[in-house]
């Protein structure tokens, strides 16, 4: 029981797998911030756009739905 124990304290493969995952993970989140950081003004002009849209869209519908009631 101690030798397994002992060897599995030893060995250090898995940690070679962690260090990658580590490091692409780091790496990955590197790329987002820099990729996503000029295009978040253009992110945000659109769903400005999308919430102005929408709202149009409702009140129409609302004046629509009075016309019917009038």
Do not use: C, H, Y
Request: net charge negative; glycine share 12%.
């Amino acid at each position: 029981m101690r030798r397994a124990v002992s060897g599995f304290v030893k060995d250090e493969s898995g940690a070679i797998t962690v260090d990658w995952v580590v490091l692409t993970a780091a790496i990955v989140g590197l790329n987002m911030v820099i990729l996503f950081a000029p295009a978040r003004e253009g992110l945000v002009n659109l769903m400005v756009t999308i919430g102005e849209t929408m709202g149009i869209v409702g009140d129409v519908m609302q004046d629509s739905n009075n016309l019917g009631n009038g």
